[in-house]
């Protein structure tokens, strides 16, 4: 069974940084393809970044430029970096793991202030 924690969102002003983390249990990590997904209230959930098991990335174009996604297999580790953030960043972020199924953390809040 497959556990998602994320971890490092928290209140930043805009144009800040914040780097999340999602670290996975169990051995499929590196066989993997990985997401950051984010939803913001009354909005639907959306694709933000992702990374697959052989490494190709892909962005939503709202962030690209400012967030990079990286991945540490011999950590069981998903980065998100988030830099020069705006107000409209603000929502929760999701981890998502994709193998033979979908995976989901329990999100992370990110709350950018004007």
């Known amino acids: 069974q497959v556990q998602l924690v994320e971890s490092g969102g928290g209140l930043v002003q805009a144009g800040g940084s914040l780097r999340l983390s999602c670290a996975a249990s169990g051995n499929s990590f590196r066989f993997a393809n990985m997401g950051w997904y984010r939803q913001a209230p009354g909005k639907q959930r959306e694709a933000v970044a992702s990374?697959?098991?052989?490494?190709?990335?892909n962005y939503a174009d709202s962030v690209k430029g400012r967030f990079t996604i990286s991945r540490d297999n011999a950590k069981n580790t998903m980065y998100l970096q988030m830099n020069a953030v705006k107000p409209e960043d603000t929502a929760v972020y999701y981890c998502n793991l994709n193998y033979f199924g979908d995976y989901w953390g329990q999100g992370t809040q990110v709350t950018v202030s004007s």
């Open positions: 990374v697959t098991s052989g490494g190709s990335i």
